[in-house]
């Protein structure tokens, strides 16, 4: 630029320089033709300094043309590039694009071939999990495998010792309803002696049969223990011959949700831990030492044919009619039921024969929800006979009388998996063959009818059944049953029946009395229990478990007499046992 301005410069002063006006030669004299020495004329050397200038400039500004040219050409040049950069660039985009477009399938298509990879492998993994379990299968079966059935032994070995206060020479099963009061004697029942013994019979074979035939599941069960107690043995809660079987039944459960089961089984009457079905897993069993369970537990194990049908997945009904039999019924030593002077294992003399009138019914309507528990109510029929013998001038006749009672029990999961609570119940008349402590299931009056009544009563049980960890269980329950009085008035005016005020008390203190001067009845019996086992060992050689068990349990009567040398008079005995037990049990696998 500035270059340029001195251009403009020397043009306006050349421009000045040629527009001055020439010298003229009119009137001046003329020159000399001599010559003479020339003198320089500045103008003329500022005029040619001034050329060269120009020139300069011009030679300049040609050069900053051409300076020019050249940046218009490297800028034409530049944008050219520019413009390729920029083609090259959106072509390299389109490419990146594309590049990124097909990476994606490629790693969309890795990630599914990664995936069927995974797919393959787990199903693999699968294939081989369930071949290796074959193959260990078939090294070490659970079962044994005879035309189509598969056939699984069971059981257990088991070693118990116990000790009681108060002694019932009854083994490990405590014949609740017969403990001694106060200080009685009575044959084998000594409230002055404590107890002590170890024994092996409870322990169990058992075997299980299963078979497939289309849709219909086939199940046959089979179990024994060494509590026989022939020639006394009697079928009224559990049958007792020997040898003792505990269970033996069949079942054909089908596609459509109906099951028939039949044979000797735990009775419909008892608790459910699922839905209806007889078989052990389904079944609430208090798991105690004592062979005899807990008072106020309701059950019963003879023969029974039992049809249920599973409504929906929560919901299902059965109904059963079981082998009848009669417990010791009170002031009748004739053809009524087949029973014993209580229960527990070691039963005494047979005091009735039974002629059954017609099977027990028993039905049963049960809930079940994974998350609130198990629900069930129930109720139970019972047909009673009677034969009053003729004399020389009274025919003889027949007497009968129905009985039953209605229950309820739930298994409510307090802690999942830890802590569950249980509760049951059965109230009505005629039930005492499946209350566990059961007295009597009626009375027949001596005069002036000979009637038959039923005994009223009822039993309940509650309590906790616990699992701190997967090798522990720890469970404390209470039951009681109460039996009410069935009073009548003779044809003296005495007033007679279960629970009179004239039953004879006084031998139920005295050591040196006779048993005759004690027959009060029982009025209640009521006790405690907790218990526990731990497993040592759990696995595939089977589980070895180790156990201890406290029971408290009392006795109460109602109010007799005394005789006329008692100084008793009139009272209400009662009486208590304290029991403990330890175990080792080997569990088969």
């Avoid at 020019?68 to 040049?77: E, M, N, V």
């Avoid at 002031?331 to 014993?340: A, E, K, Q, R």
């Avoid at 731990?534 to 009567?557: C, F, H, S």
Wanted: glycine letters at 8%; hydrophobic letters at 35%.
């Amino acid at each position: 630029m500035r270059n340029f301005q001195k251009l403009v410069a020397v043009l306006a002063l050349s421009g000045l320089c040629f527009a001055m006006p020439a010298p003229s030669d009119s009137g001046a004299p003329k020159k000399s033709t001599k010559v003479k020495a020339v003198k320089k004329d500045p103008t003329a050397e500022q005029l040619k300094d001034l050329k060269q200038a120009i020139e300069q400039q011009q030679a300049a500004t040609q050069q900053l043309q051409e300076q020019l040219k050249q940046t218009q050409q490297q800028l034409q040049q530049t944008q050219q590039q520019l413009s390729q950069a920029q083609a090259t660039a959106n072509a390299a985009n389109a490419k990146v694009a594309t590049v990124e477009t097909n990476t994606n399938v490629q790693v969309q298509k890795v990630q599914s071939d990664l995936s069927d990879v995974k797919t393959a492998l787990s199903t693999t993994e699968a294939t081989v999990a369930k071949d290796e379990k074959k193959v260990d299968y078939l090294e070490h079966p659970n079962s044994l495998a005879y035309k189509g059935i598969r056939i699984t032994p069971g059981g257990f070995l088991e070693m118990t010792s116990y000790w009681r206060a108060h002694a019932t020479v009854s083994d490990q099963a405590t014949p609740f309803q017969a403990i001694p009061l106060e200080q009685q004697v009575n044959g084998a029942y000594n409230a002055n002696l404590t107890e002590l013994g170890m024994t092996a019979r409870d322990s169990r074979i058992a075997l299980r049969a299963d078979a497939d035939a289309g849709t219909t599941k086939l199940a046959g069960y089979f179990e024994m223990d060494f509590f026989g107690a022939a020639p006394t043995a009697n079928p009224n809660q559990t049958t007792s011959y020997n040898p003792r079987m505990r269970q033996g039944w069949g079942r054909a459960k089908f596609a459509n949700g109906w099951t028939i089961t039949g044979g000797q089984m735990w009775n419909l009457i008892t608790l459910n831990r699922k839905g209806t079905d007889a078989d052990n897993s389904n079944l609430w069993i208090p798991n105690i030492i004592e062979a005899q369970y807990s008072v106020g537990y309701d059950w019963g194990r003879f023969a029974e044919v039992r049809i249920s049908k599973q409504i929906n997945p929560n919901l299902s009904v059965a109904i059963a009619v079981a082998n009848p039999s009669y417990n010791l019924a009170f002031g009748n030593t004739g053809v009524v039921g087949l029973g014993v002077a209580g229960n527990g294992l070691l039963a005494t003399t047979v005091a009735n024969i039974s002629t059954n009138l017609a099977p027990d019914s028993i039905f049963k309507l049960a809930y079940d929800s994974p998350k609130l528990g198990h629900f069930e109510v129930k109720g139970i029929e019972r047909f009673f006979r009677d034969r009053v013998a003729s004399t020389t001038t009274v025919p003889g006749w027949s007497n009968t009388a129905i009985g039953g009672g209605v229950g309820a029990g739930a298994i409510i999961p307090v802690v999942s998996k830890k802590v569950d609570f249980i509760a049951q119940g059965l109230w009505g008349k005629g039930i005492s063959r499946y209350q566990d402590a059961g007295t009597v299931d009626f009375v027949v009056h001596s005069t002036p009818d000979h009637n038959l009544q039923p005994l009223k009563g009822f039993s309940v049980l509650t309590g906790f059944e616990t699992h701190p960890n997967k090798k522990t269980e720890i469970d404390l329950i209470y039951g009681q049953e109460y039996y009410y009085k069935d009073l009548y008035t003779t044809t003296t005016g005495a007033i007679a029946g279960y629970g009179a005020p004239a039953l004879l008390a006084s031998g139920c203190y005295a050591e040196a009395s006779s048993s005759a001067n004690c027959t009060v009845v029982n009025k209640t019996v009521w006790n405690v229990k907790l218990y526990g086992y731990y497993d040592l060992y759990k696995g595939p050689m089977g589980t070895l478990r180790y156990g201890a068990e406290v029971d408290y349990v009392e006795r109460q009567t109602w109010t007799g007499t005394g005789t006329a040398t008692s100084a008793t008079g009139f009272s209400a005995p009662k009486g208590n046992d304290k029991t403990g037990f330890v175990t080792m049990r080997y569990i088969f696998p």
